[in-house]
């Protein structure tokens, strides 16, 4: 449910980015779909990158709590430990929750898993009189391009934080860094919008001033950046078929996918501030 112009519009162009029925139907995985092994913990992290100590800094000096809203293998959140005494992941994908799960056991930390979508999991737990309770902060990472009703998210994410909320996203559609192969492959133009500028708008729409930063972004994951790891990503984005692997490494090799080199980072007080 959408209440400000802000919001529709944010809405109306990420359903832009639905992909036509004729060429899903030709797509051996789903194209939307992630590996659970990109968004795994490993050395290329940096717990000094901007992106944590943003978060760091709201949190109690004698350590608190967490909330890591689309936790993947707990990148996103990990790093905040020790300062961190406990952290709640939340997802839909059992794969991302198992590979957080054992990053967190890993290093010691003290973790609860959630599985399901936000919000819609934490309003069920409390009609079903069992309620998640709010953490110190709750980070968001690279989430908001899958939510096309991004006020009520936006909303739930603020209720949940008692100190502050941290959202990080790429300055324009993560699946962009696609769009020369989409033309190149299946003739395809895909949309320009949304972009970071317009999640600020429906934020600022909400009543809620962020704080914004520029930085530049981490390292992806060892697996992420292996050629390998890179053609089958092409593969499940662009929906072809195996059996054109070759055709997809030759591409590549002049066409690499425009990733961005920097992120947004924004940061508001939590509901109880």
Do not use: Y
């Amino acid at each position: 449910m959408t209440f400000t112009e802000a919001g529709q519009h944010w809405s109306e162009q990420l359903l832009s980015w639905a992909i036509p029925d004729e060429i899903i139907a030709q797509a051996e995985v789903p194209p939307w779909a992630h590996d659970p092994k990109t968004f795994a913990v490993d050395e290329t992290l940096d717990p000094t990158s901007p992106i944590f100590e943003l978060a760091r800094e709201l949190l109690p000096l004698e350590g608190g709590s967490v909330m890591d809203v689309g936790c993947g293998g707990g990148r996103s959140s990990l790093p905040l430990a020790p300062r961190a005494k406990h952290i709640m992941g939340v997802d839909e994908n059992p794969a991302m929750l198992a590979r957080f799960q054992q990053a967190a056991d890993e290093a010691g930390v003290s973790f609860t898993e959630i599985h399901g979508r936000f919000p819609d999991v934490v309003i069920a737990a409390t009609k079903s009189g069992q309620p998640v309770q709010p953490c110190d902060v709750v980070v968001c990472h690279h989430v908001f391009f899958n939510v096309a009703d991004l006020e009520p998210f936006i909303v739930a994410l603020t209720a949940m934080a008692r100190l502050g909320v941290v959202v990080v996203l790429p300055q324009r559609h993560p699946l962009s860094a696609w769009n020369e192969g989409w033309k190149h492959f299946w003739n395809l133009d895909r949309p320009l919008g949304p972009t970071a500028q317009d999640a600020i708008a429906v934020i600022r729409g909400l009543g809620i001033e962020p704080e914004v930063f520029v930085v530049e972004r981490p390292p992806m994951s060892l697996h992420a950046e292996d050629p390998a790891s890179l053609v089958a990503s092409a593969r499940r984005r662009l929906c072809l078929p195996a059996h054109r692997d070759a055709e997809i490494k030759e591409w590549l090799r002049d066409h690499p996918p425009a990733f961005m080199s920097d992120v947004v980072v924004l940061r508001w007080p939590g509901g109880l501030s």
